[in-house]
């Protein structure tokens, strides 16, 4: 835990995917709220979305950052405020003629709802 799930939709061309993934990382590490090992990562393009009545000029690029619940307010608002900052400021896409939505998603998880183990084989 953390985990950080970002989908976007497939009208966005040529999304650095790892580029922004690492993006997203070191601006939820720079806040000093995580172990960075703690942090894990993942991208998904929708290839089936609607937006509206199927407006075709719409894309989005939304992040959702799941953590244990227990954080402060104060907390809560400062990663959600670093992630959106670097979901705006990164721009290693393509989406000419494109509107695109930017959002983000802080998602607490009850700790009596997660179990986490690590194993070596």
Sequence with gaps: MPHLIVDYSRNIHNLGQE???????????TTGLFIASDLKSRMFKDDVFVIGDNDDSQAYIHARLFILAGRSEAEREKLKDSLFTALKNFKGYEAYTLNVQLSVELVEIPTANYAKTEVQL
């Design 19 to 29: 580029k922004l993934l690492k993006h997203l990382n070191q601006a939820l590490i």
